[in-house]
C-alpha cells in the first residue's frame, strides 16, 4: 500500500457563473476541487492549510476512519475548526474500502463551494465486479447560489424563516444555459459510439435530492456510497446530497449525436417548491457543431413513484467476495422521528423559528470538540441521554396532523453504545409542520437499509418483511417523506460519530444528533489518541 500527499489550500476565487461574477471559497482555486485518487487500504494525508477569514473544517464522506475519528472532520464533533492561517494534516487509511467518495467542508455552509472527488480504485489486479469501462468519468452536481452563501443561511437564522433556494443546480461546476444566461455553457462529456462509460455520480447539493437523467440511454446501477450493488437498468437515477451512484453507460445511440443531461429537485414535501434545473451534453465523437440536442423531460419534482421505485430496486451485490453481512441478532433497538418543530423566538419575523429535530431533541453544538470531550473525559460538554425512542406524548405520526406539540427540547445529547453492539435504529419522519425528505448521514459506519414503507412503521407487521440477505448497504439514506426507513449496524468504531439530515438547512435548523462508542477491551479496539496538530478551540 501507498501512502498519498495532498495539499489543499483554501482560497477565494472570483468565479463566474449565471452572468455574473463573486469571490467564492474553493480548494486550490478550482470549483468543484481536486479529486484524490488512492486505492484500497492505501493511507491518505491531506495538509490543509485555511487562507481566508472563516473557520474551516473538511469531512471525508464515508470513509470509515477506523480508530481515526480525529480525521474525520465536522467541526466541533471530532475537532475544533481549522482557524484562519492555521493547519491540519488529515490522516486516515482506505481500510477495505474502494468506490467513488468525496470530501466537502462540514462547517458552516461551505461545503456549497468547497467539495471534491474521492476516487478508491480496488486493489491492484482486483477487477470490479463488472466488465471493465472503456473510461471514467466523475460527475458532481450541485447549486449556484448568485448572492454569498454564508449570508443566505445568516438571513434565514435571523429571521426564523426557511432560507432561499439556490439559482441554479451544477453539473461539474457548471448550470448549462438557463433563462436568466443563455450565453453560457455547460458541462460537455465526450463519449465513442459502442464504448461503455463509468459514471461517478456525486450529489454535493446543500439542499436538494435530484434526479439524474440521459436523453435516450439506459444507465446501469453498480454501485452506491463505494459499495457494489447488484447491477439494474434505469432511465433515472436518485440521488441525495450525500449520496454517490457509480453507473455505466453504453454510448449505443451513435455514430454521432448530442444528448441531454438533465438534473432536477426532487421534493414531494408539501411545503418546498425548487425548479432551478442543471443540464450538460452527451457529446458523441465526430458530430457536427450545429447538430441538433436530443431533449429528455426531467421527472416533475413530486414524482414519488419514480424515486420509491428507484430506492425500492437497490440490493448489495452480495457476492462471494463482497458479502453483505447483516446483523441477525440485535442488541439495541432505536426508534428515532425526525422532523421539523417550531420554537420561540423574541428576535424572528413570527415571534418563532423553524427548528428541527431528532425524537424531539434540536441538537445544539458544543464550542469545544465532542471527541476531545470524550477521550480527555471533560464533563459539561455533552450528555449521553439523548432517547432511544420518541417521548410519548409526542404526534410522530406521519398520516395525522401534529396537536399541540410542535416545540422541541435543546441539548447536546449522545447515544452511547458499548463496542462491537449490533443497533437497528428506525428513521421516521414526522408530519410536525409537515412530512419533508430527509437524507440521513451517519458518520463512521455503513449500514444496511432493512425495510422502509410509507406512513407509520409497525414494529408487529413490518420486521417480518425485513430483506436481511442483500439489503443495500450505504451511509446516506433518503427517508421517504412521511415514511420511515430501517436501518442496521456493528458498532465496530470507537468514538464520536455525527447523525445528520444531510440537506444543510435541515442540519442548521437542529436535526443531528451523535453516538458515542466506547472502547472496546481488545487492543486494536480502541480510539487511537490524537494528532499533535489537532486544532485548538
Ligand atoms: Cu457529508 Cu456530516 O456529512
Known amino acids: ?150 449570508a443566505v443561511i445568516n438571513e434565514a437564522m435571523k429571521s426564523g424563516l426557511a432560507p432561499n433556494v439556490s439559482d441554479a443546480h451544477t453539473i461539474n461546476g457548471y448550470p448549462g444555459p438557463v433563462s436568466s444566461c443563455l450565453s453560457q455553457g455547460g458541462f460537455t462529456l465526450p463519449v465513442e459510439a459502442g464504448k461503455t462509460y463509468m459514471l461517478r455520480i456525486i450529489n454535493a447539493a446543500l439542499n436538494e435530492e435530484l434526479f439524474f437523467k440521459i436523453a435516450g440511454h439506459q444507465l446501469t446501477v453498480v454501485e452506491v456510497d463505494a459499495l457494489y450493488t447488484k447491477p439494474f437498468k434505469t432511465d433515472t437515477v436518485l440521488i441525495a446530497p450525500g449520496q454517490t451512484t457509480n453507473v455505466l453507460l453504453t454510448a449505443n445511440r451513435g455514430p454521432a449525436g448530442k444528448y441531454l443531461v438533465a438534473v432536477s429537485p426532487f421534493m414531494d414535501s408539501p411545503i418546498a417548491v425548487d425548479n432551478v434545473t442543471a443540464t450538460a451534453t452527451l457529446h458523441y465523437s465526430g458530430t457536427l457543431d450545429n447538430a441538433a440536442t436530443t431533449l429528455t423531460n426531467p421527472p416533475p419534482q413530486n414524482a414519488t413513484p419514480v424515486a420509491a421505485n428507484f430506492a425500492d430496486s437497490l440490493r448489495s451485490l452480495n457476492s462471494k467476495l463482497y458479502p453483505a453481512k447483516v446483523p441477525l441478532k440485535i442488541d439495541r433497538s432505536l426508534f428515532f422521528t425526525i422532523g421539523l418543530g417550531v420554537n420561540p423566538c423574541s428576535t424572528c419575523v413570527n415571534g418563532s423559528r423553524v427548528v428541527a429535530g431528532i425524537n424531539n431533541v434540536t441538537f445544539v453544538m458544543p464550542k469545544v470538540s465532542l471527541l476531545q470531550a470524550h477521550f480527555f473525559n471533560t464533563s459539561g460538554v455533552f450528555t449521553d441521554d439523548f432517547p432511544g425512542n420518541p417521548p410519548t406524548q409526542y404526534n410522530y405520526t406521519a398520516a395525522s396532523q401534529p396537536s399541540t406539540n410542535f416545540q422541541t427540547e435543546t441539548g447536546t445529547k449522545l447515544y452511547r453504545l458499548s463496542y462491537n453492539s449490533t443497533v437497528q435504529l428506525v428513521l421516521q419522519d414526522t408530519t410536525v409542520i409537515a412530512a419533508e425528505n430527509h437524507p440521513v448521514h451517519l458518520h463512521g459506519f455503513n449500514f444496511f437499509e432493512v425495510g422502509r414503507g410509507v406512513g407509520n412503521f409497525n414494529p408487529k407487521k413490518d420486521p417480518k418483511k425485513f430483506n436481511l440477505v442483500d439489503p443495500v448497504e450505504r451511509n446516506t439514506i433518503s427517508v421517504p417523506s412521511g415514511g420511515w426507513s430501517a436501518l442496521r449496524f456493528q458498532a465496530d468504531n470507537p468514538g464520536v460519530w455525527f447523525m445528520h439530515c444531510h440537506l444543510e438547512v435541515h442540519t442548521t435548523w437542529g436535526l443531528k444528533m451523535a453516538f458515542v462508542v466506547d472502547n472496546g477491551k481488545g487492543p486494536n479496539e480502541s480510539l487511537l489518541p490524537p494528532p499533535t496538530d489537532l486544532p485548538k478551540c
Not at 486505492?39 to 490543509?48: N, P, Q
Not at 465536522?74 to 475537532?79: F, K, N, R, V
Not at 492555521?86 to 482506505?94: A, D, G
Not at 482486483?126 to 472503456?134: A, D, L, M, R, S
Request: proline share 7%; with cysteine.
Open 1 to 150: 500500500c501507498m501512502v498519498r500527499h495532498y495539499k489543499f489550500n483554501v482560497v477565494l476565487k472570483n468565479t463566474s457563473r449565471l452572468c455574473s461574477t463573486k469571490p467564492i471559497v474553493t480548494v486550490n482555486g478550482k470549483f468543484p476541487g481536486p479529486t484524490i485518487v488512492a486505492r484500497e487500504d492505501d493511507t491518505v494525508l491531506i495538509k490543509v492549510v485555511n487562507h481566508v477569514k472563516y473557520n474551516v473544517s473538511i469531512h471525508w464522506h464515508g470513509i470509515r476512519q477506523l480508530r481515526t475519528g480525529w480525521a474525520d472532520g465536522p467541526a466541533y464533533i471530532t475537532q475544533c475548526p481549522i482557524q484562519p492561517g492555521q493547519i491540519y494534516m488529515y490522516n486516515f487509511t482506505l481500510t477495505g474500502q474502494r468506490g467513488t467518495l468525496w470530501w466537502h467542508a462540514h462547517i458552516l455552509w461551505l461545503r456549497a463551494t468547497v467539495h471534491g472527488a474521492i476516487v478508491i480504485l480496488p486493489k491492484r489486479g482486483v477487477p470490479y465486479p463488472f466488465p471493465k469501462p472503456h473510461k471514467e468519468a466523475i460527475v458532481i452536481l450541485s447549486e449556484w447560489w448568485k448572492s454569498d452563501v454564508e
